[in-house]
């Protein structure tokens, strides 16, 4: 899903006169690859999807909150907060709205008839309508994403400034120099 927001988020630190220096020190990146195998796990096992995934955000909340010194992580970890709720009170995967959906240029059967291990279609039962998958995004890979996808592409775009050596302050809305490690 951010595979586009990553490279954009590479060109625009380019662009910024930035370059990768020294890889953060991120705690527990174990618990990263603990969640990228649960999520694999849930496309192989789709019937399982569900649980896969509630554990993999269990694993994902404990890599941010290892890490919630980085301002950029905090602000990942308001769209994880965003997403999990959605998909915990969605019996374990995120209802994305089928009108956007039928947009995007990809077969939706397996969301339809409920064997996609990520998704179900919105419904008039579905919980908290307004955190799932609603806002259609036709620029670069085109996507259904929800609020929460927001503040995690926001928080990937931060984190790669501040991997290019140009960190990038919400808080201080300039470039967060005291973010910068100067080697």
């Known amino acids: 899903m951010l595979l586009d927001v990553i490279c954009l988020s590479f060109i625009v630190a380019l662009i910024r006169g930035g370059r990768i220096k020294e890889f953060p ?16 796990c849930a496309a192989f096992f789709p019937t399982m999807g569900g649980i896969f995934i509630s ?29 999990a709720i959605a998909i915990w009170t969605n019996n374990g995967k995120m209802p994305i709205d089928l009108e956007q959906a039928k947009k995007l240029p990809y077969d939706l059967e397996p969301v339809i008839n409920g064997t996609n291990f990520k998704h179900s279609v919105l419904t008039e039962s579905s919980n908290l309508p307004f955190l799932t998958d609603v806002i259609y995004m036709p620029v670069i890979i085109p996507r259904v994403i929800s609020i929460g996808d927001i503040f995690i592409m926001l928080g990937a775009f931060l984190l790669v400034q501040r991997l290019m050596n140009k960190p990038i302050s919400l808080l201080q809305l300039h470039e967060g120099k005291r973010y910068a490690k100067k080697h």
């Not at 705690?27 to 694999?40: A, C, D, G, M």
């Not at 993999?56 to 404990?62: E, Q, R």
């Not at 010194?69 to 907060?81: A, S």
């Open 25 to 40: 020190k991120f705690n527990k990146v174990v618990l990263l690859i603990i969640t990228i195998v649960l999520q694999v």
């Open 55 to 83: 554990i993999a955000y269990v694993f994902i909340l404990a890599f941010l909150m290892f890490n919630r010194e980085f301002e950029d992580m905090r602000i990942f970890l308001i769209g994880w907060f965003l997403n």
